[in-house]
């Protein structure tokens, strides 16, 4: 239950707005003026409010610092030519959130504290809302334990909150990979379909060391025989062979995407075959080398539609088709981004007007 539905609102007497480019905006680096935090507490969520961006307190002996007791989510907000703030499928997201949650003994997130939370911080922070093609507002809801208790048990406390920040392009041009067969991403039975920082922490040295070797990324495969391709850990992967759409299918290790499943829908919209099923490394290398794979590419939130350039495989680097030439993931792209900054009919019901 929430305390009242009523959200307290402190403005800042300062924004930050003028310091920001617009022109030349990074990824990740600039916040909004304002931040959305509810508590939870003794059962219940509390004191929701909007109060300026600021540094948090917290215990140092908090489970979210110790144990990774942490969940977040990642979605976007678009300006159309009429000045309109638009949310790219928030209802999926917050789906996903309370998956998460639920997976790490957290909590579920009431729909109307976070729709209530994420509304209002849009209306107040609209005008960090970018317009140019290619750049919008990420936001970034987070659930993590606020209790101060050493030990390994469920948390009983907990904060939600919502931090913003205009974004342009998450990889600035086409990628390229490795696929990973030692290191291990996600095993069965484990959190790999989450968005919890358990995830994401410990992909980032193999991920490294992939990059001390001249790739972006790392295509993550099965943790059990390194058979399967399951995900790059930044975004879903999708292939397009012989003509058809083939990305893997979901389980225990691998991210429900929003774009991922964004794309099939269209794809399957456009009349294409689409196929949501174990893709083996040996099935997709045999193809590259028969000049069957036209397309590959990663679909994420942060990193939108991105190509894949190149795919590095037990010491030999594949080249892919030109990225000029990829007829489907170029129009995918068009396509999403027509949706997202409003220019076209949203025939899926996918945007949310704040
Ligand atoms: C997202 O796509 O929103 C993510 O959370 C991925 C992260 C690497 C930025």
Redesign the pocket.
């Known amino acids: 239950m929430i305390d009242s539905l009523n959200i307290s609102v402190k403005k800042t007497s300062a924004s930050r707005i003028g310091q920001l480019d617009f022109a030349n905006i990074p990824f990740g680096k600039i916040y909004a003026d304002h931040l959305f935090t509810a508590s939870y507490i003794d059962g219940g969520w509390k004191t929701p409010e909007i109060v300026p961006y600021e540094d948090l307190r917290i215990s140092p002996a908090s489970p979210a610092l110790h144990y990774g007791i942490s969940v977040?989510e990642?979605l976007k907000a678009y300006k159309n030519d009429q000045g309109e703030v638009l949310v790219f499928r928030p209802d999926k997201n917050f789906e996903r959130m309370n998956v998460s949650a639920e997976r790490m003994c957290m909590p579920l997130i009431p729909e109307q504290l976070y729709f209530d939370g994420l509304n209002t911080l849009l209306d107040i922070d609209r005008d960090w809302v970018p317009s140019a093609q290619g750049t919008s507002l990420?936001i970034r809801p987070f659930l993590f334990s606020d209790d101060d208790y050493i030990g390994i048990r469920p948390s009983q406390n907990f904060r939600f909150m919502i931090i913003t920040c205009p974004v342009g392009a998450?990889y600035a041009k086409p990628v390229k990979v490795k696929i990973e067969t030692h290191y291990t991403r996600a095993a069965e039975g484990g959190s790999g379909f989450c968005?919890t920082g358990c995830n994401?922490g410990p992909a980032i040295y193999p991920a490294k060391l992939a990059q001390e070797k001249g790739y972006d990324q790392l295509l993550w495969t099965d943790g059990k025989e390194h058979r399967y391709i399951e995900e790059s850990g930044?975004?879903n992967v999708m292939f397009i062979i012989d003509g058809k759409l083939i990305t893997p299918s979901l389980g225990d290790s691998i991210l429900d995407g929003i774009t991922r499943d964004s794309v099939m829908a269209l794809a399957s919209d456009w009349g294409m075959d689409v196929e949501e099923r174990k893709v083996e490394v040996n099935e997709v290398m045999s193809a590259i080398k028969e000049g069957r794979v036209s397309e590959v590419f990663g679909v994420?939130?942060?990193?939108t539609i991105a190509q894949i350039e190149l795919i590095g495989h037990e010491g030999t680097d594949y080249e892919l088709p030109a990225v000029e030439t990829r007829e489907f993931s170029n129009k995918v792209l068009k396509v999403l981004d027509d949706i997202k900054y409003g220019r076209i009919e949203d025939k899926f019901g996918w945007m949310h007007t704040v």
């Open positions: 977040f990642g990420y998450y968005k994401y930044t975004m994420g939130t942060a990193a």
